[in-house]
C-alpha cells in the first residue's frame, strides 16, 4: 500500500470516528432530554465548567442566559446546601474518588421555585500531584419526588395526629359519662328527699341542674359515637334497602306522632361500613321529621342514581330548609342553626355525616330553598 492510499484510508477512518462521534452526541443528548437530565464538565483548574443546555433548562434558563463556569451554578443553588456540596467535594477528593460525590440539593429556578435534584460526579482525572484536573457528573430533577414524599410525611403525621385525637375524645368522652352519672343521681335523690321542702324557686334550680345533666349525656354520647366512626373498618356488601327498612322500623313510634311518611325507591348494594351507613341514613331522615313545617306532614323520599364512578344519593324532604349563608357550615361539628328549646340535639349529627361520607371517599352536600325543603345528597364509590 502507497504513503497516498494510507493516509487516505487514515482520512477516512477518521471520517468515520467523527461521523460515530457526532451520533453518539445526538444519542447521549436525547437521552438527557428524554431523562429531564443535565450533564456538567469540569475542568477544575482552568476554571471552566460546561454545563449542558438540559442543565441550564432544569432551571428555567436558555443556554445563552448562563456562561459556562462552576460560578454560574454556585450563584443559583441553596446556599445550606451549597456548603455540603463543597464539604462533600473535599472528601471525595480526599479519598481519591472512593467517597461518592452524591447530593440531593436545592437550586433556585429562574422564576423564583425551588428545584430539588440528584447530583452525582466523579474525578475523572489527576495530575501528577495527585490533584483533581477534570470532574463530570450529572444532574436530575427530583422535585416532584420530593413533594410526594412530602405529602406521604404530611399525610402519616395527620393520621397520627387524627388517630391521636380520636383517642382524645373517646377517653375524655367516656370518663365525663360517670361524673354525670353522679350529679343525675344525686339531683334525683335531692328531689325525692327534699323536694317537698322545697320552695318553687329552689325546684326550678333542680329542674334545671336535671335538663342541664340530659344535654350534656346526649352531648357526650354524640362526642363519643363521633369519636367511633371508623374504628371497624370492615368494608362490606350493603344493601340500602335494609338499612332504611330497620331505619323505619327504629323511627316508628316517631314517624307516627308526627305523621311522617318514607318513601324509598329502589336502592343499590355498595361497598361500606354497615353501621356507619346506617347512621347516616337515621341522621339524616331524623333531622328531616325534626325540621318540619308547622301543619305539614312531613314527607321524605330517599333514591339514587349511578353517576360516573359513583352512586348518588338523595335524601329530599319538605321541611323548613335552610338558608343560603348557612349550608355549608351546618356539616361542621357543633354547628346549630336554631335555639335549642325549639329544636332538640347537640349540633353533631351532620357533623357525623360528613365524617362518615369522607370515610367513603365521597362527597356530602345540601340544596335547600327556606319554607320549602332540603335535599341532602352524598356520593359513594361504585
Not at 472528601?91 to 452525582?120: I, L, M
Request: net charge negative; aromatic share 10%.
Amino acid at each position: 500500500m502507497t504513503q497516498v492510499a494510507e493516509v487516505n484510508q487514515l482520512k477516512e477512518e477518521i471520517k468515520n470516528l467523527k461521523q460515530q462521534l457526532h451520533d453518539k452526541e445526538i444519542v447521549f443528548n436525547n437521552i438527557l432530554d428524554s431523562t429531564l437530565a443535565g450533564y456538567w464538565d469540569w475542568y477544575i483548574q482552568d476554571n471552566y465548567e460546561y454545563l449542558s443546555p438540559t442543565f441550564k433548562s432544569m432551571f428555567g434558563y436558555e443556554d445563552h442566559e448562563l456562561p459556562n463556569s462552576p460560578e454560574t451554578w454556585q450563584k443559583i443553588i441553596h446556599p445550606e446546601d451549597l456548603k455540603k456540596v463543597l464539604k462533600i467535594f473535599d472528601k471525595h477528593v480526599a479519598t481519591k474518588g472512593e467517597f461518592p460525590y452524591d447530593n440531593e440539593v436545592r437550586y433556585f429556578h429562574k422564576n423564583g421555585s425551588t428545584v430539588w435534584v440528584f447530583c452525582r460526579g466523579k474525578v475523572i482525572e489527576w495530575d501528577n500531584e495527585g490533584k483533581p484536573v477534570r470532574m463530570v457528573g450529572c444532574h436530575v430533577d427530583i422535585t416532584k419526588l420530593k413533594q410526594a414524599e412530602e405529602a406521604k410525611k404530611y399525610m402519616r403525621q395527620l393520621e397520627v395526629t387524627n388517630k391521636e385525637l380520636e383517642q382524645f375524645s373517646y377517653v375524655a368522652s367516656h370518663d365525663l359519662q360517670e361524673p354525670l352519672r353522679t350529679v343525675s343521681g344525686f339531683t334525683e335523690l335531692l328531689s325525692k328527699k327534699y323536694g317537698d321542702s322545697l320552695d318553687k324557686e329552689g325546684k326550678l334550680y333542680i329542674d334545671y341542674i336535671s335538663q342541664a345533666s340530659v344535654r350534656m349525656s346526649e352531648l357526650v354520647k354524640a362526642l363519643l359515637d363521633y369519636s367511633r366512626i371508623g374504628r371497624e373498618k370492615k368494608l362490606k356488601q350493603v344493601d340500602c334497602n335494609q338499612l332504611i327498612e330497620a331505619i323505619k322500623s327504629d323511627l316508628s313510634v316517631r314517624l307516627a306522632e308526627t305523621n311522617a311518611k318514607i318513601e324509598a325507591c329502589k336502592l343499590p348494594l355498595v361497598k361500606g361500613y354497615e353501621t356507619e351507613l346506617r347512621l347516616l341514613f337515621q341522621n339524616l331522615i331524623s333531622n328531616a321529621i325534626k325540621f318540619s313545617q308547622p301543619d305539614i306532614d312531613p314527607i321524605i323520599k330517599v333514591s339514587a342514581e349511578k353517576e360516573g364512578n359513583y352512586w348518588k344519593f338523595s335524601v329530599l324532604d319538605n321541611g323548613i330548609g335552610i338558608e343560603p349563608e348557612h349550608q355549608q357550615r351546618i356539616f361542621r361539628i357543633f354547628q346549630r342553626l336554631h335555639n335549642k328549646n325549639k329544636y332538640e340535639g347537640t349540633g353533631i349529627g351532620l357533623a357525623h355525616c360528613y365524617k362518615i361520607i369522607d370515610l367513603h371517599d365521597g362527597k356530602i352536600w345540601v340544596e335547600s330553598e327556606p319554607n320549602v325543603g332540603s335535599n341532602f345528597q352524598f356520593t359513594i364509590p361504585l
